[in-house]
């Protein structure tokens, strides 16, 4: 098992800056690609980026391209967002996900973060 705890959300202006953090604990010994999704209220949760378990291959929606940037730190057993230019419509909750290697699928769920841009 994994648990995963975000921060760093908070409220701001449209065109600033924030940068979450994922923290993991537990079975970080095993290897996981992590991910960062979102849900705008009443919306789907929807993918936002996703970093490799070695840090060095990166996906990102086609939404966030360019403005936002993933990486982890595997030493410290996190991970993080940076999201700079942010619009309105980045506003909702963003969690912090783990996939696992061997099923390839985001089993392991924060319990998110929330995210407000002001317009």
């Known amino acids: 098992q994994v648990q995963l705890v975000e921060s760093g959300g908070g409220l701001v202006q449209a065109g600033g800056s924030l940068r979450l953090s994922c923290a993991a604990s537990g079975r970080t010994d095993s290897t996981y690609d992590m991910g960062w999704f979102r849900q705008a209220p009443g919306k789907d949760r929807d993918f936002v980026a996703r970093?490799?378990?070695?840090?060095?291959?990166?996906y990102y929606a086609d939404s966030v391209k360019g403005r936002f940037t993933i990486s982890r730190d595997s030493a410290k057993s996190a991970v993080y967002l940076q999201m700079n230019s942010l619009q309105p419509e980045d506003t909702a909750v963003y969690y912090c996900?783990?996939?696992?290697?061997?099923?390839?699928?985001?089993?392991?769920w924060g319990r998110g973060t929330q995210v407000t841009v002001s317009s």
């Open positions: 970093v490799g378990w070695s840090g060095g291959t990166t």
């Open positions: 996900a783990a996939r696992p290697i061997r099923t390839m699928t985001f089993d392991f």
